[in-house]
């Protein structure tokens, strides 16, 4: 009874839109998880094999979301939400789409050698922590930004702190950053701006909601760039495009992922929940990202390896 509830629950949600969920007590766990730190896959990798035209999966971790979906190894692997795998993609591209906030859901499109096609949603029930990386370069401070929960404000300040030397310039990396919870976005963003209009956040009555910039801008007479990729979605894209309206941050890289609704998770009892779509939000300026995304100051191209030292050399510039 509980799994046919489950099923059916998660079934009617995911046809609302494509951000509506159920759930269960494993994904409700991890998505609180999420927020101090976690995030999650599938539990499968793929390789795409050129002499028969087909992602396949090389890796099938045991007990994993995909494992409980009978997804096994040499299984094809087609889509991955909406976007439909062939021989453009990169490896990478495979596994950002697989990851995401832990929790989460994502529908895929597999099929065994010689049988139809099937079509199975999978939670990110495969957590991994994941930690803000920085890094003194030259003088610049580099921030590897994989997420954005609680506590990333505080993780930022402290480890600039660790750093222990003058710091000429900050780079933010917010390349494959999902996104996370909104208002740590804007926590960020007060960093670099004081009194400033971050974001609008429009539900479907009543006039947008505007979340503004708080607390001391520690770092606002810091030259900035931020990097980021197709992948970068969501939080990230309200920290890029605010930073972007008032001229305080160089962007660079691709135009983001451009997901603008905004979820709300409401508890159901103590281990399951739902989570809606209750609002888009907009850029400062009423600005559409929603399926847009942020467009760069600077596009970069050729492999992302040397994005960085791009990004590095534009900002040394402008010190």
Do not use: C
């Amino acid at each position: 009874d509980e799994t046919l509830f489950n099923n059916a629950m998660r079934g009617m949600l995911t046809k609302l839109d494509s951000y509506a969920e159920f759930l269960d007590a494993e994904a409700y766990e991890n998505l609180r998880a999420f927020t101090q730190g976690d995030v999650g896959d599938v539990g499968i990798k793929a390789i795409y094999r050129a002499e028969i035209g087909y992602w396949t999966v090389t890796e099938v971790l045991v007990g994993s979301p995909a494992d409980k979906k009978g997804v096994t190894i040499g299984d094809y692997l087609h889509q991955i939400g909406e976007f439909k795998l062939d021989d453009e993609r990169q490896p990478n591209d495979v596994k950002q789409l697989l990851t995401g906030i832990a929790g989460s859901q994502i529908d895929v499109v597999v099929s065994k050698e010689g049988r139809r096609k099937r079509a199975i949603t999978l939670q990110r029930n495969n957590t991994r922590t994941q930690t803000i990386e920085t890094r003194l370069v030259d003088g610049i401070a580099v921030i590897k930004l994989p997420a954005f929960q609680d506590t990333t404000r505080e993780t930022i300040v402290q480890s600039l702190i660790d750093l222990e030397s003058p710091i000429a310039g900050i780079l933010i990396d917010v390349r494959d950053n999902p996104g996370g919870v909104l208002t740590s976005a804007v926590d960020v963003a007060s960093l670099f701006m004081s009194d400033t209009e971050v974001v609008q956040v429009k539900g479907r009555q009543g006039d947008p909601r505007t979340l503004m910039t708080k607390g001391s801008a520690i770092l606002e007479s810091l030259p900035d760039v931020i990097l980021q990729n197709r992948y970068s979605a969501s939080a990230a894209e309200v920290l890029s495009s605010s930073l972007q309206a008032e001229k305080r941050a160089t962007i660079v890289g691709e135009t983001s992922y451009g997901k603008g609704s905004v979820q709300s998770v409401i508890a159901l009892n103590d281990e399951q929940a739902v989570k809606l779509t209750v609002a888009h939000y907009l850029t400062a300026s009423g600005v559409k990202i929603d399926k847009v995304g942020v467009r760069p100051d600077q596009s970069l191209s050729g492999s992302e390896r040397t994005w960085e030292q791009q990004g590095l050399a534009l900002l040394r510039a402008q010190i």
